[in-house]
């Protein structure tokens, strides 16, 4: 029985529910090896420590500690904030806190098990960088309101087979050089029984994997570009939706790598004739008693409504949420079946928000396409719930259905991740919702990404300057 000085007990950091289903995770770590303690960083990256089965069963209550840089980190592991600075924390450590309602044993590696964490300092107190807790708290504030999140996945990305899979000596670096690949298919031909049976020896081995967690897996689809794969999920609520997407993502990239492929959650590879990986955020807000909100006998309800303003209001300044790397910006095109402009319309895969379904049916729900797969699923989602219920507070307008998305008189997208950061940085929606603390912090280590990406000569001034000038 666990004493009064474990950090878990000591700061009553379980619910109930988490404190009964710890039980059964004992018993099943110790049919185990190991056990991965998980978090994810603020790109919604799976970062952690493995522990041989008896810590693990310890460290349940105690949680497991690292470095605090761990949040501080871009893409390419470098540390965006200055670590040592008088009267900071950054360079002490933080805690990860398991949730024993996320254990897993991994299907494709039976001898490890795999558990979700919350991050807390040392004290106690929830990490203030934790995306996590971010969005658990932005759905508590949903509650208040008397709404539930309900919301299901539609994901896309691309399949590569790896041409080689060591780097070489001279290849070490932040980040070092992008891996040899080759396609799968050539691509358009969308929906094709043919090119699905011929991933299907592939994509049987996800299919295990991820039913094997107990996802809610809906279907394996061959998209429409060259290596292009989608998987979809049915719908659930509150934090499952943006769990089941980071254990989807992780447990996606280790199975196939396993099997020498890449799969990869970049929007938009250089690869010749690639198509954009979209993340197309299906949801809709419940009573709670499951009752739907959204369905009227006309269409959308007043509060659907006020929603969906919400969306379209806040869409410059939640992009960096949906759209966080400098490359997603690539894929707001016109003509694309990607959005570019900020316009909702009934059942049209050109808005940036699709309704779908009409006058009452009780599935009527938002579409919104304007993520991108990489994107951090508790960031996402949080910066969903933060301008819908905006929205609803204040009755925004969302204004009329737009017949031709593509050249409707309203503002664009964003066109790079520098204009997204910069509307960020000035909302009032998202520092009430999120704080100025972690939007400061977020708006840092992105404008630490871009500072990088404008100092680096690319492949496209060399062809352009070198020999001309």
């Given at each position: 029985?666990?004493?009064?000085?474990?950090?878990?007990?000591?700061?009553?950091?379980?619910?109930?529910?988490?404190?009964?289903?710890?039980?059964?995770?004992?018993?099943?770590?110790?049919?185990?090896?190991?056990?991965?303690?998980?978090?994810?960083?603020?790109?919604?990256?799976?970062?952690?420590?493995?522990?041989?089965?008896?810590?693990?069963?310890?460290?349940?209550?105690?949680?497991?500690?690292?470095?605090?840089?761990?949040?501080?980190?871009?893409?390419?592991?470098?540390?965006?904030?200055?670590?040592?600075?008088?009267?900071?924390?950054?360079?002490?450590?933080?805690?990860?806190?398991?949730?024993?309602?996320?254990?897993?044993?991994?299907?494709?590696?039976?001898?490890?098990?795999?558990?979700?964490?919350?991050?807390?300092?040392?004290?106690?107190?929830?990490?203030?960088?934790?995306?996590?807790?971010?969005?658990?708290?932005?759905?508590?504030?949903?509650?208040?309101?008397?709404?539930?999140?309900?919301?299901?996945?539609?994901?896309?990305?691309?399949?590569?087979?790896?041409?080689?899979?060591?780097?070489?000596?001279?290849?070490?670096?932040?980040?070092?050089?992008?891996?040899?690949?080759?396609?799968?298919?050539?691509?358009?031909?969308?929906?094709?029984?043919?090119?699905?049976?011929?991933?299907?020896?592939?994509?049987?081995?996800?299919?295990?994997?991820?039913?094997?967690?107990?996802?809610?897996?809906?279907?394996?689809?061959?998209?429409?570009?060259?290596?292009?794969?989608?998987?979809?999920?049915?719908?659930?609520?509150?934090?499952?939706?943006?769990?089941?997407?980071?254990?989807?993502?992780?447990?996606?990239?280790?199975?196939?790598?396993?099997?020498?492929?890449?799969?990869?959650?970049?929007?938009?590879?250089?690869?010749?004739?690639?198509?954009?990986?979209?993340?197309?955020?299906?949801?809709?807000?419940?009573?709670?008693?499951?009752?739907?909100?959204?369905?009227?006998?006309?269409?959308?309800?007043?509060?659907?409504?006020?929603?969906?303003?919400?969306?379209?209001?806040?869409?410059a300044a939640a992009a960096p949420f949906s759209t966080p790397t400098i490359n997603g910006y690539k894929r707001y095109r016109p003509n694309s079946m990607a959005p570019d402009h900020v316009v909702w319309a009934y059942d049209n895969r050109?808005?940036?928000?699709?309704?779908?379904?009409?006058?009452?049916?009780?599935?009527?729900?938002?579409?919104?396409?304007?993520?991108?797969?990489?994107?951090?699923?508790?960031?996402?989602?949080?910066?969903?719930?933060?301008?819908?219920?905006?929205?609803?507070?204040?009755?925004?307008?969302?204004?009329?259905?737009?017949?031709?998305?593509?050249?409707?008189?309203?503002?664009?997208?964003?066109?790079?991740?520098?204009?997204?950061?910069?509307?960020?940085?000035?909302?009032?929606?998202?520092?009430?919702?999120?704080?100025?603390?972690?939007?400061?912090?977020?708006?840092?280590?992105?404008?630490?990404?871009?500072?990088?990406?404008?100092?680096?000569?690319?492949?496209?001034?060399?062809?352009?300057?070198?020999?001309?000038?």
């Amino acid at each position: 029985m666990a004493g009064v000085t474990d950090f878990v007990t000591r700061h009553g950091l379980w619910t109930a529910a988490q404190d009964v289903a710890a039980a059964d995770v004992i018993e099943r770590i110790n049919e185990l090896d190991v056990v991965r303690f998980a978090f994810s960083d603020a790109h919604g990256i799976v970062r952690g420590k493995t522990l041989v089965a008896s810590e693990a069963v310890r460290a349940l209550r105690t949680g497991v500690t690292c470095t605090a840089t761990m949040v501080l980190k871009d893409l390419s592991g470098r540390t965006a904030f200055t670590v040592f600075a008088p009267g900071g924390d950054a360079a002490g450590d933080m805690v990860m806190v398991p949730d024993p309602t996320m254990f897993r044993v991994l299907p494709w590696a039976p001898h490890s098990g795999w558990i979700l964490c919350d991050l807390y300092r040392t004290d106690g107190s929830p990490h203030p960088f934790c995306s996590r807790s971010l969005f658990r708290r932005t759905l508590a504030r949903l509650g208040q309101h008397g709404y539930v999140w309900r919301a299901g996945l539609e994901v896309e990305f691309h399949l590569f087979k790896l041409a080689d899979r060591q780097p070489a000596p001279d290849e070490i670096a932040l980040p070092g050089p992008p891996p040899n690949i080759l396609p799968l298919n050539h691509g358009y031909q969308y929906l094709t029984e043919l090119r699905y049976d011929a991933l299907d020896p592939l994509l049987e081995k996800l299919r295990l994997g991820l039913q094997g967690l107990g996802l809610p897996l809906r279907s394996l689809e061959v998209e429409f570009g060259p290596s292009q794969v989608e998987v979809t999920f049915s719908t659930s609520t509150g934090m499952d939706p943006a769990d089941f997407m980071l254990l989807f993502r992780n447990a996606t990239k280790q199975i196939f790598a396993r099997e020498g492929y890449l799969a990869s959650f970049m929007c938009r590879p250089r690869f010749p004739h690639a198509a954009s990986a979209g993340w197309h955020l299906h949801h809709s807000i419940e009573d709670a008693s499951g009752l739907p909100i959204f369905p009227h006998a006309e269409g959308l309800s007043p509060t659907a409504l006020g929603w969906l303003g919400g969306l379209l209001r806040h869409a410059a300044a939640a992009a960096p949420f949906s759209t966080p790397t400098i490359n997603g910006y690539k894929r707001y095109r016109p003509n694309s079946m990607a959005p570019d402009h900020v316009v909702w319309a009934y059942d049209n895969r050109a808005a940036m928000v699709r309704v779908i379904g009409r006058a009452g049916d009780p599935a009527t729900h938002l579409e919104n396409r304007v993520g991108e797969p990489g994107a951090n699923p508790y960031l996402y989602m949080a910066s969903q719930v933060a301008s819908g219920l905006d929205g609803i507070l204040t009755n925004a307008d969302p204004g009329a259905s737009a017949d031709a998305p593509y050249t409707a008189d309203t503002p664009l997208l964003p066109r790079t991740l520098r204009e997204a950061i910069a509307a960020l940085r000035a909302s009032p929606c998202f520092r009430s919702a999120f704080g100025d603390e972690f939007v400061d912090y977020f708006v840092r280590l992105k404008q630490f990404e871009i500072n990088r990406f404008l100092s680096d000569v690319t492949d496209w001034e060399q062809r352009e300057y070198l020999e001309i000038l």
